[in-house]
Nanobody, 123 residues
Framework: VQLQASGGGLAQAGASLRVSCVAS????????IGWFRQAPGKEREFVAAVGRHGTTYKDSVKGRFTISRDNAENTVHLQMSSLKAEDTAVYYCAASRTLILSTRSDPTAYDYWGQGTQVTVSS
């Protein structure tokens, strides 16, 4: 499967932004799709995932971010609200067909990665 992330940009603190991950060569509903982010000088960190076990979120984004899957468009969206400066990062989507629930937040558990999209939040 190939993944294409898009939708990043510049937003003010408190605003909303949506990033999307379009899949080709595979069907998103048969994969666990995860969103990760990496800020300058920091390690890549888990943000959210959706799959057959439902949705999972990083604690600091719960209540602000929503991950959803559009099977008709073969796309996974990450709707981000109440953005904070610390949400600034490059956001990546990733996919796995064999991932188990306990490893959803582990980037090494994912087999396929998109190219990333920059999200910048100004305070």
């Amino acid at each position: 499967v190939q993944l294409q992330a898009s939708g990043g940009g510049l937003a003010q603190a408190g605003a909303s932004l949506r990033v999307s991950c379009v899949a080709s060569g595979g069907t998103v509903r048969t994969y666990t799709i995860g969103w990760f982010r990496q800020a300058p000088g920091k390690e890549r960190e888990f943000v959210a995932a959706v799959g057959r076990h439902g949705t999972t979120y990083k604690d600091s984004v719960k209540g602000r971010f929503t991950i959803s899957r559009d099977n008709a468009e073969n796309t996974v969206h990450l709707q981000m609200s109440s953005l904070k400066a610390e949400d600034t990062a490059v956001y990546y989507c990733a996919a796995s067909r064999t991932l188990i629930l306990s490893t959803r937040s582990d980037p090494t558990a994912y087999d396929y990665w998109g190219q990333g999209t920059q999200v910048t939040v100004s305070s």
